[in-house]
């Protein structure tokens, strides 16, 4: 019975005597607070129902719209990055729209 006991008592005693430790350091634990983008942002404007329709389940507008103003050959490698590296839920008829909207609104000056 002494043996079944030792293991759950050790693993209990490690996650207890951490905390008493810690109790007595010096360490401050302060609040902080972060805007985040808006999560009911959409991308406007002709084109954008791709981009909504796909690129919403991941990123925010705001936080694409941030980005730098790429070429389309930029955009389509981000897209199929997107797509291939990241595993985005990203319908395959709607890749040259979003390309497109991309390079429209965002495209390389």
Partial sequence: ?????????LLTAGLI???SVVADSDIVLKSVS????DPGRMFE???????????LACHS???????PGL???AWA????KMIHAYHAP???????????????IKGAQ
């Fill in 17 to 19: 005597a951490p905390t």
């Fill in 61 to 67: 507008a705001g936080m694409v719209l941030n980005q």
């Fill in 77 to 80: 490698a981000e897209v199929n």
């Fill in 34 to 37: 972060t805007d985040l983008p």
């Fill in 90 to 104: 990203v319908e395959p008829q709607d890749v040259a729209a979003i390309v497109d909207y991309l390079a429209r």
């Fill in 45 to 55: 404007g002709p084109g954008s129902d791709a981009a909504n329709n796909n690129c």
């Fill in 71 to 73: 070429t389309r050959d």
């Fill in 1 to 9: 019975m002494l043996k079944e006991l030792a293991l759950p008592l």
